[in-house]
């Protein structure tokens, strides 16, 4: 089979480089050939097939799912945990969580600000946190507490347990998370005391937030938040999902029904203003709620499971 001397050419550069180790300069100095040269000669290479590059490890396809959706959804960071049907879902849960509380810890800084909602992810993601100081930074509520009963997710519990891993300060937010009623929502909205930790709750640099799904798992319903009545009510005005203290639709927009008006918090609009919003999710059902809050620009860092990785694209 005759061979052009371009090709060759082509061969040589390309066998030095991925198979022998040579450096750029190295085969530019051993060709007579400029390193500008070079580099285009190894990028046609990759161009016209002779070179095919693939990662052996089994978590690279993960990586390459985060960086898919990195670049559709205009995101800083997403981090995927591999899974599939193989995988017990509670082993899943637990790196989905690790990963959020190595990334929550590599990004921490002294003086920084960060919000907490509320849920088993979050409380989750605490539990695999390592202690550490950073005796300047003040962890604070997004949402109101929820109730003494279940004070295991309740976010002024979570917030107490997180400042106590970071050696760090913390405040509370002293209103429930779903009030009996809308009057009663709006009378406490009016308070000084929630006015305060509103305030505080949309300046914090770093939002860390569980999704809900009402139509298949939520904190909210799995806790009795949600029964019949309110289940027709989220069925009836369109409701994708939950976070923080709104009920939203597919676009990420709060759902205007009793529901969302009761509940005292921040809401997904809110969370635009706010640097840097790392929302954390396990299981394919998800996916439905997670969607609607990145074309809502609700979101710069996801922290997920393959399957919801694999949904998103």
């Known amino acids: 089979m005759k061979i052009s001397e371009d090709r060759r050419k082509m061969l040589k550069i390309v066998t030095m480089y991925y198979e022998q180790g040579m450096t750029q300069a190295m085969i530019s100095q051993k060709m007579g050939i400029s390193r500008p040269v070079i580099s285009k000669i190894l990028q046609q290479a990759k161009e016209a097939g002779i070179v095919s590059i693939s990662i052996k490890d089994e978590s690279a ?3 390459e799912l985060g960086l898919r959706l990195e670049k559709k959804y205009q995101l800083d960071d997403v981090i995927v945990v591999p899974a599939n049907d193989q995988r017990l879902i509670e082993t899943v849960q637990r790196e989905v ?3 959020a509380s190595f990334y929550l810890k590599e990004r ?12 088993t992810t979050l409380a989750d993601m605490i539990d695999e946190m390592s202690y550490c100081s950073f005796p300047t930074t003040n962890v604070c509520p ?21 400042a106590e ?13 779903l009030a009996e009623s809308i009057t009663l929502a709006e009378v406490l909205n009016d308070t000084q005391l ?38 027709q009510i989220i069925k009836e005005t369109g409701v994708k999902g939950d976070a923080v203290a709104s009920l939203f639709d597919k ?30 999710g396990c299981g394919k059902e998800k996916a439905e709620s997670i969607e609607p809050l990145l074309l809502g620009k609700c979101c710069t860092i996801l922290v997920i499971d393959q399957m919801i990785a694999e949904a998103l694209v």
């Open 97 to 99: 969580s690790r990963a």
């Open 194 to 231: 929630v006015g305060k930790a509103m305030e505080q709750a949309k300046n914090v640099d770093f939002a860390i937030i569980g999704v809900g799904n009402p139509n298949e798992s939520s904190t909210w319903k799995r806790l009795g938040y949600i029964e019949t009545k309110e289940m």
């Open 108 to 119: 921490l800084e002294d003086g920084m600000s960060v919000g907490l909602s509320w849920g």
């Open 142 to 162: 997004l949402v109101g507490g929820v109730s003494s009963e279940h004070l295991y997710f309740d976010t002024n519990h979570l917030v107490f347990r997180l």
């Open 61 to 63: 396809y993960a990586v």
């Open 165 to 177: 891993k970071l050696n760090s300060r913390c405040q509370y937010f002293y209103a429930p998370a």
């Open 251 to 280: 676009n990420g927009q709060t759902v205007n029904n009793e529901l969302s008006n009761r509940m005292l918090g921040i809401k997904v609009e809110d969370l635009v203003n706010i640097p840097n919003v790392m929302v954390i």
